[in-house]
């Protein structure tokens, strides 16, 4: 008996007007898989991350998360989306809250845990990424790369099943990259499943399990990332990856 | 000049008790369209289509009655279907059921300058809409609204002067009785003019003070 899938896409569509960002996509993730997905820009990667939230609708096809397909917006959609954590390219920190209140905000309004309960486990996380010592700190007075380990520290803080990373280091400086992936390597390390559109592909090869390559709007290339990476099937995945390496 | 001081003294309690009304009228009528104008902001942003038909019906009708038309339908209307509510009461309800419409488009406005990343955060964390609101946007978006909210109030506190036209014995109201009795119209809407320019000044005042304080909070860096 194969254990099903924790995320399931079929068919996915998705358009913004007349311009189609998704041309049906299929896609499975196991419990505990590590996927990247690489590409060019506007290949429909962020689109296809934001879709398993349901941050972006669908226009056809379906996407189940634990056998359960997306619910409407509304109370099913917001308990649905409190075990999927998301971190963004731009962090999406709550600048008027400190780094210790953007972590247990949601855990004490959402999950409904203590206040007490919810700021220690805060500080946990906020040893976990490496900032104990920031947790009164607001968000301004944070580096990029500190700003988005409060992210992942407050995505973590919901206890989620998954973890979507949407770009997570597309907005840092080269020095503040490494400290991010670090964190996301430990992470995987530790068996989260998780879903990352990066430009980075050192942590592709090294971190994930599966690098799926999208272009214009499809998933053309699946493989494990050694294969992908040395031995590339198909033209565009090999054009791609020229590029990367010949700059 | 002389009688001139000599009116003001003997009528110093009563020119007091119309500089109280009007501030009460504006006070009561500010907070109450704060309240209901920021609950109108949150139909017309909501997900819900008929609340934000209710929000949009509610601003284009409240927005585009001049306040002394909804003032004598409410003095002389409400009594017609069997509400008695006291004169001053009437005044506030015309303040805030105008002031809310102008009030609500300031908190719109203010909620659309917050980055809709800081929505979508909120969302992907499991919130619901009013937690988001009540968590994230609306606190970030009050900071942005200090100045245009500050306007909604000086609005609130010009319009006031209308509810003296329906009887209320606002500044504006007492000052136009005594100038029937002394006929020294000149001087006596000087002064009522005076206490409006006293009062809205004082708002501007208060205004800046609180947008300094915001400026001022270590989390002001964040735009």
Redesign the interface.
Known sequence: MTVPPLVELRGVRKSFGDFEALRGVDLDIARGEKVALVGASGSGKSTLCRCI?R?ETVTSGTITIDGQPLPQ?G?AL?????????V?Q?F?????YTALENIS??PV???KASKADAETEARELLERVGLSDKAQS????LSGGQQQRV?IA??LA?HPQLMLFDEPTSALDPEMIAEVLEVMSELAADGMTMLVVTHEMGFARHACDRVCFMDAGQIVEENNPGEFFDKPRTERAQDFLSKLLHH | MNEIGQMLADNAPFLLSGLLTTLLLTVFGFLGALLLGTTIAIFRVC?ISPLRVVGTVYVEFFRNVPLLSLLILIVFGLPDIGLLIPLFWCGVLGLVLAGSAFICETVRSGINTI?V??S?????????FT?QLR??IL??AF?TMVQPLVNNFIGILIGSSLAAAVGVSDITNVTQQLNIQYAEAVVLFLLSGAVYLVFALGAGGVGSWLERLVAGA??????
């Open positions: 939230n941050l917006e109370k917001a308990d649905l989306r409190a075990q999927v954590g998301m963004f731009s999406n920190l709550f600048p008027h905000l949601a309004h959402v999950r607001y968000p301004a007075e992210a407050r995505a919901m | 997900p980055s990343g800081q979508e955060a909120a969302r992907a964390l499991g919130m619901s937690t968590l994230i606190p970030q900071r270590r989390t002001g860096g964040f735009r």
